[in-house]
């Protein structure tokens, strides 16, 4: 298949979306955990969630345009300041999925979707406890893209809770030990094994082999 730009603009929506939602290849998959000021919890699946930098350690995750269609997570992000993102993972990967069903603002997800909220002491934001590598952020900043208003949340992390499993020696999370899922396109869940890990790359250190 060779799909030009015209031919792109050209297929029907929910072809276009599909297919151009699951190029990009792998995305992770994670619930954001929120509250609204009236103290309604919301849990929403996202695959945008990114890696932004250490220190601060801050995370980025794309929010669809605001407008006609409520976000709530968005919203609440705003009028508390406080979220939380959860690793989505195979046992509970159908749960996860039916939380980006359009919920009334009361209706909590995490009740809908039989996912238990959790939390912690001067944290206003659900944790996901069925989650085994969670995140509690500080927002920070939201940057509008205006090519489609969609809109960059940036949070800092106030807290990190990484289940013991999942940790080897000092610094190296397995994800294959606690079954994370990856996110294809808006539909397709993956299970993702660890296949190798190497050393940081320096130039003077190649593999053997690549001199062949
Ligand atoms: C696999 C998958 C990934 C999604 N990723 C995102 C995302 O990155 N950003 C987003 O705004 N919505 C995403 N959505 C849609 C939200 O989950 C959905 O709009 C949800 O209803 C938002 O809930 P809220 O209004 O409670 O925030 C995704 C949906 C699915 C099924």
């Known amino acids: 298949m060779h799909l030009t730009k015209t031919d792109i603009q050209n297929t029907p929506r929910i072809q276009r979306l599909n297919i151009i939602n699951a190029i990009t290849g792998i995305k992770p998959a994670n619930l954001i955990g929120t509250i609204s000021d009236k103290g309604e919890t919301n849990l929403a699946i996202f695959s945008s969630v990114v890696h932004l930098g250490s220190n601060p350690a801050l995370i980025g995750c794309i929010s669809r345009p605001t407008g006609e269609i409520e976000r709530h997570t968005y919203e609440n992000i705003l009028a508390n300041g406080v979220y939380t993102i959860n690793h989505v993972h195979r046992d509970f990967v159908k749960n996860a999925h039916y939380t980006s069903a359009k919920f009334e603002r009361h209706q ?7 996912l238990t909220p959790e939390y912690l002491d001067n944290f206003k934001a659900p944790f996901v406890k069925e989650s085994k590598l ?15 208003g969609t ?3 940036i949070g800092e992390i106030e807290h ?3 289940d013991d ?7 190296h999370i397995n994800l294959s030990n606690i079954q994370t899922v990856g996110i294809g396109g808006l539909d397709t869940y993956y ?14 250190e190649l593999p053997e082999d690549f001199n062949a």
């Open 160 to 162: 990190l809770i990484i």
């Open 134 to 148: 969670k995140m509690g952020l500080n927002y920070r900043q939201s940057i509008p893209i205006e090519l489609n």
């Open 108 to 114: 909590s997800e995490f009740a809908h979707c039989q």
């Open 191 to 204: 299970a993702l094994n660890k296949i190798q890990q190497f050393p940081y790359a320096r130039i003077n």
């Open 165 to 171: 499993q999942a940790i080897e020696g000092n610094d």
């Open 151 to 153: 809109v960059l949340i």
